[in-house]
C-alpha cells in the first residue's frame, strides 16, 4: 500500500525543504520525537539523505515482550533525478531488532504542482508472529509517513 500527498506548490519548492536538514529535525521534534540528526549529501545528481531518530511508540502487549517502545531509527535515502522529479530508496534500521524495512519514494511534477509517493516494505525475523510485527509495523510507517507529508503540506502553504 502506498501513501501519497498532493502538494500545490512546484516540485522546486517541495524538492528544496525535502533536502533541507534543518526542516527535516524540525518536522521530526514537532511530531514528538525525542531526537533527530539528518544529513544531506549530494553527488551530481544523486542525493544521500541520512537521518538518525530517537521515537517512542505506544505497542500493543504481545509486541511490548519483542520490542522496546523507546526506539532508535537510521533512515538512508537515495534519490535521483526521474521525469522532471525524483525518485529513490530508503532503508530505515530500527536497531536491535530483528526487523528489514525499506520504501520506494518518488516526487513528481502533477498539472497542479507535485506529488509525493512512498511505499513501505517489512520483513521481520521472528518465528510464529512475524507476520503480525510487519503489520504493526508497516501501518506505524504509513501513518508516520502520512503524519511527515502533511507537515511538509502545511509548510509548504504557510
Known amino acids: 500500500m502506498a501513501v501519497k500527498c498532493q502538494f500545490d506548490r512546484s516540485i522546486d519548492e517541495g524538492w528544496a525543504l525535502l533536502c533541507d536538514p534543518d526542516f527535516r529535525v524540525e518536522r521530526s521534534i514537532a511530531l514528538g520525537e525525542l531526537s533527530a540528526e539528518c544529513d544531506v549529501e549530494e553527488d551530481g545528481e544523486q542525493v544521500t539523505v541520512k537521518m538518525s531518530r530517537e521515537v517512542v511508540r505506544e505497542l500493543p502487549s504481545v509486541l511490548a515482550r519483542v520490542f522496546n517502545a523507546q526506539q532508535s531509527l537510521v533512515f538512508v ?82
Open 77 to 158: 535515502e537515495n534519490w535521483q533525478p526521474k521525469d522532471g522529479g525524483w525518485e529513490g530508496k530508503m532503508s530505515i534500521e530500527i536497531k536491535k531488532q530483528p526487523v528489514q524495512l525499506g520504501a520506494t519514494m518518488s516526487l513528481l511534477p502533477t498539472a497542479s504542482g507535485c506529488e509525493y509517493i512512498v511505499s513501505h516494505h517489512c520483513k521481520a525475523k521472528i518465528p510464529l508472529v512475524g507476520g503480525k510485527v510487519e503489520k504493526y509495523v508497516l501501518s506505524q510507517t504509513d501513518d508516520g509517513a502520512l503524519d511527515e507529508l502533511n507537515y511538509l503540506k502545511a509548510k509548504l502553504t504557510a
